[in-house]
């Protein structure tokens, strides 16, 4: 059995933000694997630590140093000094992520939670595809 839905998120600002609770809200009573799509270039989804609001702080930090928006060698430029180097973030990070489920639950460790990665200085709502394979 298949399930799908699209949701949308409310508009984060830029950084790593845990969105954990917004899918497991959408979760039918099944066991299997749901992915976890996000349909822009320019936001990413990851998993990891959900405890240390630091590791979000870090994290952006890291990026930031990686893709710095002061590079001068970027073309693609057109929405902003953002625009360029939220792709990359985007592409390095990935725009899904695959978890098993049972019983409609994510089975997720004990320190694990759903990010939002959110590259844009100005961001607005993000839509969100849930699938879920299996079986009920």
């Known amino acids: 059995m ?5 949701i949308i998120l409310p508009s984060f600002p830029r950084g790593f933000h845990l969105i954990t609770n917004y899918i497991k809200k959408e979760l039918p009573p099944m066991t299997g694997m749901v992915n976890v799509f996000i349909k822009h270039t320019s936001a990413s989804l990851t998993i990891n630590e959900n405890a240390d609001p630091t590791v979000r702080i870090d994290f952006e930090t890291h990026f930031n140093f990686m893709v710095p928006e002061t590079a001068n060698h970027f073309l693609h430029t057109l929405e902003g000094s953002d625009d360029m180097t939220s792709h990359i973030k985007s592409s390095l990070l990935g725009s899904s992520v695959d978890i098993p489920i049972k019983n409609g ?29 299996g079986d009920e």
């Open 2 to 6: 298949v399930f799908q839905k699209e």
């Open 105 to 133: 639950s994510l089975l997720l460790g004990t320190w694990q939670g759903i990010y939002l990665c959110e590259h844009r200085n100005k961001a607005g709502s993000r839509r969100i595809v849930i699938t879920v394979n």
